[in-house]
């Protein structure tokens, strides 16, 4: 702990030497972004070469105009801090940089090919001209040999546009395109005083994300049409700060339903993924976090259960806190949220993170009939056709979206009502689901 009062020499280097180290860090990316926008540049001007003297100049101003604009909005986005500028300045900042430099990295795996490949033709023609023809010949023999590639560099710009097109219809239109999913699941032990209980289902609003409030709102009223008996919320109400739901507590208290509304917490909600002034600012937060869900009404499970009642029968909704397998934390107490609920014909549970099934609810609560989550997001990219579904989530997560089973055990993972990092959805749209329990 560093005395401000009698060390203010110390405190004061310390401090220069973490804003050196941000500017360092800033600069650094700076350059890789302008190398990239170099490297990448080398396929514009091979396939602009044909265009007419005014067609090359348009395309080399559009190309160098986004690419400025992308770096000075990430030095802006970085030196001004996030505090000076308002949020729907910090997703345009932020959409202009995603969208400008993760499609070229699939641009430079061609062009990268393309270099290796002349590099080793290049090799192989002083091998094997070497002793044989004098210097100019050689370099003529090599220069005719190492000329780009044609495919491999349209294929770098093909491979750099369809993503780069696809991220901004996925910002424009994926990030509020809500779909409604349905799910019947056939239960032996349901109570008939629940048989057809509807259940609506949302995960992962990521309030801080948000940049319409307008179309957020749109995605709510899609839930209240369906009237559901019940609502869950499964985790991540914020990113980092309780700020962030400030705005949306109106909208989001507006969520209700005859049974009641039931949550638990993400693991974004324990602010765990920012620095704090110190611990207690951190408790203070995660406090603030938990009555922003008392002030919208609805019931946050903390490690409990509580008993849904109906001519006499009942039915058990368990929620845990945070429990991920690996690096993510483990706060949750499955054996207390468990403890007293014994009796219910069903129990359901609430529980964050889906590796949570397989890691404890399956080997040791087997008589819990259904977990809802949520988290995975389904990396807000992928395909999904009919019954076919694909996303680069399924090589992290065995669960990572929709229904699952084993033996007479269901997980349901919402795929998320709101985004995380990139400001949209592409493939994978944002979620309200509507489970109907039935008996059988």
């Known amino acids: ?19 050196m180290n941000r500017l360092a860090f800033v600069a650094i990316v700076a350059l890789v972004f302008i190398c990239i926008d170099i490297y990448v540049f080398q396929a514009v001007k091979y396939v602009i070469q044909s265009f007419s003297a005014t ?14 604009l992308a770096i000075t909005s990430f030095l802006i986005y970085n030196l001004a801090g996030e505090q000076a500028m308002s949020r729907g300045v910090r997703t345009f900042f932020f959409s202009l940089i995603f969208v400008n430099y993760f499609p070229k990295l699939f641009g430079v795996v061609f062009l990268l090919i393309d270099d290796l490949v002349r590099g080793g033709q290049w090799l192989w023609a002083q091998v094997a001209q070497k002793g044989q023809e004098s210097a100019s010949a050689v370099d003529q023999a090599a220069g005719s040999t190492i000329s780009r590639s044609d495919f491999l560099v349209k294929a770098s710009l093909v491979t750099t546009a369809l993503p780069a097109a696809a991220m901004t219809f996925g910002i424009i239109s994926g990030a509020h395109d809500y779909r409604i999913r349905k799910k019947t699941i056939r239960l032996p032990h349901l109570p008939d005083a629940f048989d057809g209980i509807r259940i609506g289902q949302l995960s992962d609003i990521h309030s801080g994300s948000f940049y319409n409030k307008t179309a957020v709102k749109g995605g709510v009223d ?11 919320f499964t985790g991540d109400l914020v990113n980092n700060s309780a700020e962030e739901v400030k705005n949306y507590i109106d909208l989001f208290g507006k969520v209700k339903a005859p049974l009641g509304v039931y949550s638990t917490l993400g693991n974004h909600d324990y602010g765990d993924y920012q620095e704090w002034t110190s611990a207690q600012a951190k408790r203070q937060n995660l406090m603030n976090v938990m009555q922003a869900h008392k002030i919208m009404g609805w019931e946050l499970l903390m490690n409990e259960h ?5 001519s006499s029968e009942q039915i058990a909704i368990l929620g845990v806190e945070n429990w991920g397998a690996g690096r993510f934390t483990k706060y949750g107490k499955l054996d207390k949220a468990y403890e007293g609920s014994q009796s219910a014909a069903v129990k359901l549970l609430l529980s964050h993170d889906p590796s949570h099934w397989d890691a404890q609810v399956r ?12 988290h995975t997001h389904g990396f807000q990219f992928g395909i999904e056709i ?11 997560y065995k669960q990572w979206a929709g229904l699952y089973q084993q033996a007479s055990q269901y997980l349901y993972v919402n795929r998320g009502y709101g985004y995380l990092v990139f400001p949209g959805r592409v493939g994978i ?6 489970i109907e329990l039935k008996r059988g």
């Not at 702990?1 to 804003?19: D, E, M, S, W, Y």
């Not at 899609?222 to 869950?232: A, G, N, S």
């Not at 080997?363 to 949520?374: E, N, Q, R, S």
């Not at 749209?429 to 509507?434: A, G, N, Y």
């Open 1 to 19: 702990r560093i005395n401000h009062t009698a060390h203010p020499t110390k405190v004061g280097c310390f401090l220069q030497i973490i804003f």
């Open 55 to 68: 067609g090359k100049r348009v395309a080399v101003i559009a190309y160098w105009a986004i690419s400025i």
């Open 222 to 232: 899609m839930l209240l049409r369906e009237k559901p008996d019940v609502i869950f």
């Open 306 to 310: 509580r008993f849904l009642t109906q």
């Open 363 to 374: 080997p040791l609560y087997p008589d819990i009939d259904m977990m809802f989550a949520g």
């Open 386 to 396: 009919g019954d076919f579904k694909w996303s680069p989530s399924q090589y992290i």
């Open 429 to 434: 749209l944002p979620e309200i689901t509507i």
